[in-house]
């Protein structure tokens, strides 16, 4: 009785960490099936509609791989049918014709009228009317026309150096514009092309937020210079700077895709900047954009970067 008494409790002790130790490998394994198969997807997934909600991402939630039902998941997809980025973008389009003309004008009576004032201008000899209105003409001939197809950046700093004339016009000679790059490599970069009137909104706030009100001259420099693959746009002003919280809201502004600058009909300082950033992000992808840098007092740098395209004016 002593002997089985002894083998049993044997028996016993071996099976009970036998046993404690199967248990605690199941569960380690309902654990690891559970964490891989439940937590992972749904921390993914919740990451992917949080971007989305914050304005961050819009195709990352159309590949949602672990939709909570089948019911969220026909709900993406018909919102992807909803907010195409093709719509996006030409909503985007628009929005840079309006922020540039304020109004839609008829073109052929635009050009008409203004030819008639340039002629009685230089009837009269008044020569200094007769060339700023040859220039504003111009100035509305680029941006009323198509925006679909791609421009070179001859043509694009063609249009800044014009709508710079005219506002000197208004401040006179204590606004300066520099537009600097390396000689060597001046044809290559003319050649690049880039979508029309992604500069001009950027000069218009340098002038409008920074030069204008700035006592005594104020220069803008237009920088540009290309990688392998990309175009690099620097436009500096020494105007009035930015103070820390209206720089992180607009660089908040520009992490953010979303149509509420263009339907929110706002024009305050920064959304056609917004708006560009948003229309390079849409044709071209999350590397490409507008970053800002400022100080107070001192001045803004707005930094454009784009793919470099060489001779391919078609498809924007």
């Not at 043509?155 to 000679?173: A, C, P, S, V």
């Not at 953010?256 to 849409?282: E, F, T």
């Amino acid at each position: 009785m002593l002997l089985w008494s002894l083998a049993a409790e044997e028996v016993f002790s071996f099976r009970v960490p036998l046993l404690f130790s199967v248990l605690l490998t199941l569960l380690t394994l309902l654990i690891g099936i559970t964490w891989k198969n439940i937590v992972v997807p749904f921390k993914e997934t919740e990451k992917l509609l949080a971007l989305f909600a914050a304005g961050y991402t819009l195709e990352g939630v159309y590949g949602i791989r672990y939709p909570y039902s089948t019911g969220m998941r026909d709900t993406l997809a018909r919102l992807n049918e909803l907010l195409q980025t093709r719509d996006l973008l030409q909503a985007s389009k628009r929005q840079e014709q309006y922020l540039a003309l304020q109004n839609q004008i008829n073109p052929h009576f635009l050009y008409n009228t203004l030819e008639g004032i340039r002629s009685e201008a230089l009837s009269a000899g008044v020569n200094s009317i007769a060339e700023m209105t040859e220039a504003l003409s111009s100035f509305f001939r680029y941006t009323i026309s198509t925006m679909d197809n791609l421009v070179t950046v001859e043509d694009e700093l063609g249009n800044i150096e014009t709508y710079f004339l005219i506002q000197q016009y208004r401040f006179g000679k204590r606004l300066q514009l520099c537009i600097d790059m390396d000689e060597a490599e001046r044809a290559e970069i003319y050649a690049c092309c880039l979508p029309k009137l992604i500069l001009q909104p950027i000069v218009e706030n340098s002038i409008l937020h920074g030069l204008e009100r700035k006592v005594g001259e104020g220069l803008l420099r237009v920088q540009l210079e290309t990688t392998s693959t990309r175009l690099i746009i620097t436009a500096s002003d020494d105007g009035m700077g930015m103070e820390n919280e209206e720089l992180d809201e607009l660089n908040r502004n520009l992490a953010i895709r979303s149509l509420s600058h263009v339907r929110g009909g706002r024009n305050r300082g920064g959304i056609a900047i917004v708006n560009v950033n948003n229309r390079i992000k849409l044709l071209f992808g999350e590397q490409f954009g507008v970053t800002i840098t400022s100080t107070p007092s001192v001045g803004t740098d707005v930094e454009v970067v784009l793919p470099r395209i060489v001779g391919d004016k078609s498809g924007a």
